[in-house]
């Protein structure tokens, strides 16, 4: 009694604990106030003779008008439009990206994505992916040349272009001379998707040789919302020696700095969906930082590589190039930088998971299908089809094996009433059944355990690749990685009222978490009944704790639950009409 009433206590508490760890997560991930640390940090210096410079705002010893440091941080920012405009510029014209390049300063601090709009809507606002220094919600990108006792150019250098738009067909090179001999080209070119090229390029013209450094950088001002989600890393993340590292921007808060020496690979910034990230030379092993630094209340992310010495002989020039890439992480995208640029592991940019291994072939498998049926919903279910297949002779097994626990069901019930008293006596009883019978209790078991990687490599592939990002299915799914937008407390749209005003997200359940619960429920039935009452009860509940747990979970994965238990169920009924099972 005391082990089926702890086997209760446990249920009821596991339920509790992931209800209450999603309304918590809820609760936290929208509050528009997201307190930060007010403290300044000191930037802590590289173990290397020359430093990235630190991306700047620009400053200002105005005093807001009730002196606080949040105040101080509003007085320096302005609206990205007024930023914009104090700055010359070059468009920024491609088939998927947008804006303009900075002339004061050579920053690209100004890309729309023309592909990617915020909500479903037709007019909804395009993705806004870099936005220029002093404006809310800075993010950009800068490169340049660090070179100790001489007058390099800066956040304030003004560069002569020779082209005013930037094309894929026409690269635009900025110039500029600092009048001490030095004279600096910096070569922008971009593809037909989201990679830059820089090239930059320094000739000596002096009497006497020197030495620099080439960096790049890429610069985030403000704590950017995340989602909440532990199973997703957004914030600063690189590859390393074919190491990942990930930084989520509360960790950086408390290191301050983290600096690596690798060859090869990239760093930068993420998103769920969009990255920005630095590519340097391949070939040579760079000095690289994460960094974070507290302006006036300014929360100030920064990731940035620093070169290997170069020396300039009088009359002699050098060249280095590196890339960026900002844009959407598109898996067939980061896959071809990958390959064609040589990036060493670029396709962790995705955060796939501990199931790598399956999530990565199971996304390939779902874009196969959907190009042929065009729908991604579709696609979803064909794929569980195929898993179904390749797992079918194991689940047979399993579904076999079932029946017959189910056929000695009576048999069962039986001992338990001769022999209810005496545990020991019980439990032999039940074992020399099953050996007389050839019956094992726990091969039922093992379907579903290797069906659970497979569900949580599913689970990723919704969450986290955009695309799946606004996909439709049928009907009133219009998004497969969004939870079912209807609610049963307005009987699905019928009554005029909407039910998330005024109730937590736990219990919005829709249509499709209805569906999962139902099929959940009749499987279940085909099941060997558990012979204790409490057992039973307690198995019973476990579809509509599952019905709640799934409905703010992505549609697509939950019409992947209910159609994967409709075809176990024709299987397990089709097995048991064949073995004689009632």
Same mark, same amino acid.
């Given at each position: ?111 729309? *994505? ?38 390099? $150019? ?55 040789? %020197? ?14 919302? %995340? ?138 498998? *779902? ?42 069901? #009576? ?18 009883? *039940? ?9 094992? #209790? ?70 499709? #978490?209805?569906? *999962? ?36 979970? $992505? ?28």
């Amino acid at each position: 009694m005391n082990e089926n009433r702890n086997l209760a206590m446990a249920v009821v508490f596991s339920v509790l604990i992931l209800l209450g760890f999603q309304l918590y997560n809820e609760w936290r991930y929208t509050d528009d106030d997201n307190p930060q640390p007010s403290q300044t940090v000191e930037q802590a210096e590289p173990a290397t003779d020359a430093q990235v410079p630190t991306a700047t705002t620009p400053s200002s010893t105005a005093q807001a008008p009730d002196g606080t440091v949040a105040g101080v941080r509003d007085a320096v920012l302005k609206g990205r439009d007024a930023m914009l405009a104090e700055s010359p510029r070059i468009l920024v014209r491609a088939p998927r990206l947008e804006g303009s390049l900075a002339l004061r300063g050579g920053r690209l601090d100004d890309l729309t *994505m023309i592909d990617y709009r915020e909500t479903l809507e037709a007019d909804s606002k395009r993705i806004v992916l870099l936005s220029p220094s002093g404006a809310k919600d800075a993010y950009f990108a800068d490169f340049g040349w660090v070179g100790n006792g001489l007058k390099m $150019p800066d956040s304030n250098t003004l560069w002569a272009a020779n082209r005013k738009t930037l094309t894929p067909e026409t690269p635009v090179t900025l110039s500029w001379d600092n009048g001490q001999g030095l004279t600096f080209q910096r070569t922008m070119a971009i593809d037909e998707n989201y990679m830059f090229t820089v090239t930059q390029t320094v000739k000596n013209n002096g009497s006497s040789a %020197v030495t620099l450094f080439p960096y790049g950088l890429v610069s985030r001002h403000g704590s950017p919302q %995340v989602t909440g989600f532990y199973i997703l890393h957004e914030g600063l993340l690189g590859v390393f020696d074919e190491t990942l590292l990930e930084v989520d921007y509360d960790e950086l808060q408390e290191d301050n700095l983290i600096q690596k020496t690798s060859t090869g690979g990239w760093l930068g910034i993420t998103d769920k969906y969009w990255l920005t990230a630095l590519i340097p030379n391949q070939k040579e092993a760079q000095t690289t930082r994460f960094t974070y630094r507290n302006d006036n209340g300014l929360e100030k992310y920064q990731t940035d590589f620093l070169g290997q010495p170069v020396g300039i002989a009088p009359g002699a020039s050098v060249t280095e190039e590196s890339h960026l890439f900002a844009g959407a992480k598109e898996v067939n995208q980061l896959d071809g930088y990958e390959a064609s640029l040589s990036i060493k592991r670029f396709d962790l940019a995705i955060d796939f998971g501990w199931f790598y291994f399956l999530t990565k072939p199971i996304f390939y498998t *779902m874009i196969y299908i959907n190009d042929y049926v065009g729908n991604y919903g579709i696609a979803i279910l064909l794929l569980t089809v195929l898993i179904k297949v390749l797992f079918f002779p194991l689940a047979n097994k399993s579904y076999t094996a079932m029946s017959k626990m189910r056929k000695l069901q #009576p048999e069962m019930v039986k001992l338990r009433d001769r022999f209810g008293d005496d545990k020991v006596r019980l439990n032999q009883e *039940m074992m020399s059944l099953y050996k007389r019978e050839k019956a094992n #209790p726990a091969s039922g078991c093992l379907p579903m355990i290797v069906q659970i990687p497979v569900f949580f490599a599913l689970y990723k592939v919704l969450f986290v690749t955009i695309e799946m990002r606004h996909a439709p299915f049928f009907g009133w799914i219009h998004d497969l990685s969004a939870p079912d937008p209807t609610v049963v407390w307005n009987l699905f749209g019928l009554i005029p009222w909407d039910p998330s005003a005024y109730l937590p997200a736990a219990v919005l359940i829709g249509v499709w #978490p209805l569906v *999962m619960g139902v099929t959940m429920f009749l499987q279940q039935r085909l099941n060997p009944q558990p012979t204790d009452p409490l057992q039973a009860k307690i198995f019973l509940f476990l579809p509509i704790m599952f019905t709640f747990l799934l409905a703010q979970f $992505p549609a697509g994965l939950v019409i992947y639950w209910a159609w994967n238990n409709l075809l176990s169920i024709i299987q397990q009924k089709l097995i048991m009409i064949k073995m004689g099972v009632k």
